[in-house]
């Protein structure tokens, strides 16, 4: 019995120790699990920083590819090119026809160049061989036309209405301190300086100066803002030629008027185009010209506000796409470059059959029935899954233009992109570079 008592007492020890040694491995995988436990919150909390880093890098990367296209020109390089190209064409006739002034159809004075009494050289006697003719195209010597309109005032003997007459050519009603106006054709110049080269007021009174006029930089804008109210109807008549264009490319940028947030709109129609500074880029916008109820095709990019054109058939700038899918697949990493990938070969696709259809290869009615299946591609493509958010934001965007990418493959005449309202729009753009904007509205 004893020999039992002194078994189990050791078997207990041995427990009891064991089971310390349990304590001990327990106590100790709580302090790792702890310490694990606090590593993964440390690796969960660097991993969401590494994520917001990268999102604003890729927000600035876009930022700063939009920046680089707005520039004039690209910034200067530090490293020079160390063989350059010799600027511009190169000689022969080989390189295709080379170009010369042409003489002018009519000539105003004629001047005899003969010869010299004798050879400047030994003196010789000199035989006339032909006569060679050479133009001078130059213009006349500045000298302002000075004209007075004596202006017969008068009054109704029957009801007392004062009638004041005016000549044709007379810019302005006004008589007595305000009585010395610019003719219409130095104002038809400063508004052509001003509206079609971006001519800063202060530079366009300074050369109406050397032509002998004199102007304040005020006298300029202020006859500009005459001649702009007199020609409302004519823009009134601009702007329903728009309306009634089968076809409008609009498009805007951004403008100032006295400093403050604005926008240049340009609408391009069928052989018209009508430009408007408003203060915003909205459907109300866009509606000032083009009208609610407009019914054509609109060749636009994707702003939204476009879409709100309920009647009007869209055709969505594909060049805008295009050059997305790029900058897309520019800076993907393994794997997500495919979905851009696709989009463009989807896209480039759809011009190829255009530029057959121009060389007749193709006829009207393969072109629409290639357009239904492209169409089925893009429907495809959109409803697949992919995680990385750009892919995902590409593919959205194509599911709310699915209707308007293919319409140039259906409606004859309509462009598969905007180009038509930024080549319009792209003068002012260099202007703004010149002088900003507006001071007024008026």
Known sequence: MQERIAHLEDENAALREEQQRLEDEQQRLEAERE??????????????????????????????????????????????????????RKSGAAHG?????????????????????????????????????QHVEDLPEPRPLSIRYEVHVGRCRSCGLRVQPRHPEQTSDALGAAGAQLGPRAVA????????????????????????????????????????RRAQPTYQSLTAGVRASPVVAPDETGWRVGGVKAWLWAFVGDQVTVYRVAGGRGYQDATQVLGEDYAGVLERDGWAPYRRFAHARHQSCLAHLLRRCRELVADADRGQARTPHAVRRILEHALTLRDAHYADAVDAITLAAAADRLG?????????????????????????????????????????TNWRAEQAIRPAVVSRKAWGGNRTWT
């Open 97 to 133: 026809r080379h170009a010369h002034r042409q003489p002018p159809q009519r000539v105003d004075r004629v001047v005899a160049v003969g010869l010299p009494g004798c050879c400047p050289g030994c003196g010789g006697e000199l035989v006339a061989e032909q006569v060679a003719p």
């Open 189 to 228: 110049l400063a508004a052509w300086l001003s509206k079609g080269l971006g001519v800063p007021a202060a530079k366009i009174a300074r050369l109406l100066g050397q032509l002998g006029l004199g102007v304040t930089p005020g006298g300029v804008t202020g006859a500009v803002a005459r001649a702009a």
């Open 35 to 88: 310490r694990l436990g606090g590593e993964n919150q440390r690796l969960r909390a660097e991993g969401e920083r590494l994520r917001d880093t990268n999102e604003r890098l890729r927000a600035e990367v876009e930022a700063l590819r939009r920046a680089g296209k707005r520039q004039a020109a690209p910034f200067s390089r530090d490293d020079l090119t160390p063989d350059p190209k010799r600027a511009g």
């Open 376 to 416: 089925a591609q893009v429907d495809k493509l959109v409803a697949g899954a992919t995680r990385y958010p750009p892919n995902r934001r590409l593919l959205n965007h194509l599911a709310g233009e699915r209707e308007h990418l293919f319409t140039f493959l259906r409606v004859p005449g309509v462009q598969a």
